[in-house]
């Protein structure tokens, strides 16, 4: 694969760290990019950063040196781990901003998880710490649980207290960003020749036909070059800096928008350029027709918990990475606990990479595929359109109600004893409308088949924002209008009682599903 073409040493020259900012919500991470913006030492005489661009590059004075650095103007680990999920890893390095008066938070622990299971080394920017009630000593110790061990406490993260409100620490902050890619990382790239890269951004502009943020990963992209990004190609028209100003080349690490594409990329599509227009057409062929394929054969590549003995024992894999969500964080802990407490052989791994509470988001689902590991959800459930993504993928996602059955299932598939005779056939699911209270028949709720069928005497679960807040029910009355139905399809109304479960409420799902003898392999 021409990809992945051996380098010679001698013709790669450094290139610029690039950086993607990442922590909880309102911790500051736009601030931050906004204050990063305004130090650029030549954004004065350029008129400053204001085109919409995906990505923009800041230059900096370090230790004598003119250097630059490269952020992702997307904050967040979503669209870092989408990106991942379609091949493409670009970020070197990730800020992760924790607000002083605020610490550590359910979107930090997140963050970290995944810039951490990219291998992506973090700087930890300590933000808001002009307001009262800020206490960066404690975030320190906070993160000191998840890895993240400050220099002064003989680890090698470093922590950098800023305010982004203030513009305070900023410079400090690049200066930990450059000594950490100094440390850890060897980033270098061989700008002479053609270029290839990721598209970050992209979008239909009314005058101006595509539009795509690239960065260049290696080699140097110039004015003319005919070029393949995602499926569709084109020839670069011309190149525009974040401070819209043309440029005729862009070299590794240079985010540029350009023009002059037939279609439009997707946030972390690869880009490469080709020898002329008809190479460049051909290429974008194949590879539409690779991507169809591609999507085939990726769900049986997918691990799964019956399939792992197979995998390990023929030496496919080595590790089994699962991803914990559940219900509350007693719980995760609880699961995580005597997960890990699971005995296994030397030349197995478990690992969990990442561990949450709530429902299973398109999020968990892109780590899982990025990382092949299994969903474990205990007593939470995925959205509709999430569940339908895992299943395209082919992830492996299990919903217990009891820890030990989880603990069972996950230990048995590493001894190779997993054999489960019976699985869960989901029949159908409505959502509730309204809940009418009646003295006779406890409370009956008033819904919307909207999926499959709901059958008397089938079982049944509850779920609210999908957290499961009712288990092992059963459908125990059922009715269309006034007269009891055996069975009520998609799209018609239906009134259902739970029986004992009274806890109903106006926008519950009603899940009913059976048991089913799993057929044999
Ligand atoms: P994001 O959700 O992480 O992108 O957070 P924002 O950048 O939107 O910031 C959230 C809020 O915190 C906004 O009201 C900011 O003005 C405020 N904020 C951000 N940085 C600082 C800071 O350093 N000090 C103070 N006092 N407020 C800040």
């Known amino acids: 694969d021409a990809e992945l073409e051996a380098e010679d040493d001698d013709d790669l020259a450094p290139r610029p760290p690039v950086v993607t900012v990442m922590g909880h919500v309102d911790h500051g991470k736009t601030k931050l990019l906004d204050a990063i913006r305004s130090t650029d030492v030549v954004a004065d005489e350029a008129g400053g950063i204001t085109q919409a661009i995906g990505a923009y590059q800041v230059r900096t004075v370090h230790e004598g040196e003119d250097r630059a650095i490269t952020f992702i103007d997307t904050p967040g680990h979503e669209a870092f781990t989408a990106m991942r999920a379609r091949g493409a890893q670009v ?68 922590f950098v207290q800023i305010s982004a409100l203030k513009r305070q620490g900023i410079d400090d902050l690049l200066e930990a960003v450059l000594l950490t890619a100094d440390a850890a990382l060897d980033l270098r790239a061989n700008p002479d020749k053609d270029a290839r890269g990721v598209a970050i951004e992209a979008h239909l502009d009314k005058g101006r036909g595509p539009v795509a ?31 819209g100003k043309p440029v005729e080349e862009a070299t590794p690490s240079r985010p540029v928008l350009v023009l002059g594409l037939t279609a439009v990329p997707g946030a972390g599509d690869t880009f490469l350029v080709a020898p002329d227009d008809r190479t460049a057409r051909q290429i974008a062929e194949r590879r539409e027709s690779a991507a169809r394929a591609a999507s085939l054969a990726k769900r049986r590549k997918r691990i799964s918990l019956e399939d792992l003995n197979e995998a390990l024992a023929a030496g496919k894999v080595e590790t089994l990475n699962l991803i914990l969500k559940g219900d509350g964080s007693g719980s995760v ?52 359109r999430v ?3 895992a299943e395209r993928e082919g992830i492996d996602m299990r919903y217990y109600s009891v820890i030990y059955q989880a603990i069972d299932d996950v230990e048995q598939a590493l001894r190779g004893l997993l054999k489960p005779e019976f699985e869960e056939v989901q029949l159908g699911t409505a959502e509730v409308r309204e809940v009418f209270r009646s003295s006779k028949f406890g409370n009956i709720a008033g819904s919307l088949v909207r999926s499959g069928t709901i059958r008397r005497n089938s079982k049944a679960r509850v779920t609210r924002d999908g957290v499961v807040v009712g288990n092992d029910l059963t459908i125990e009355s059922l009715r269309r209008f006034k007269d009891d139905a055996t069975e ?28 089913r003898e799993k057929p044999r392999a």
Not at 350 to 365: E, P, S, W
Not at 367 to 377: E, K, P, R, W, Y
Not at 493 to 510: H, M, P, Q, T
Request: net charge negative; charged share 25%.
């Open 213 to 243: 943020t690239v960065l260049v990963q290696s080699g140097t992209l110039r004015v003319g070059d005919a070029i393949v990004a995602g499926n569709g190609f084109g020839r670069v028209r011309a190149m525009l800096d974040e401070h």
């Open 488 to 515: 009520v399809r998609d799209g018609f109304e239906c009134g259902i009682g739970l029986g004992s479960f009274n806890d109903i409420k106006e926008g519950d799902v009603i899940e009913t599903y059976e048991m």
């Open 387 to 389: 569940a339908e993504l």
């Open 333 to 384: 802990e609880a699961l995580e606990d005597a997960l890990l407490g699971i005995e296994v052989s030397d030349d197995v791994e478990l690992r969990i990479i990442h561990r949450g509470v709530g429902a299973i988001t398109q999020n968990d689902v892109n780590l899982a595929t990025v990382d092949n590991a299994v969903i474990i959800g205990f007593n939470v459930r995925p959205a509709e």
């Open 91 to 158: 970020t070197d390095i990730a800020i992760l901003v924790v607000a002083a008066d605020d610490g550590v938070m359910p979107q930090t622990i997140e963050a970290l998880n995944h810039a951490q299971a990219a291998g992506v080394p973090i700087v930890v920017a300590v933000n808001k710490i002009d307001k009262e009630g800020a206490n960066p000593d404690k975030v320190m110790q906070q993160l000191t649980e998840y890895n993240l061990v400050a220099e002064q406490y003989g680890g090698d993260t470093m």
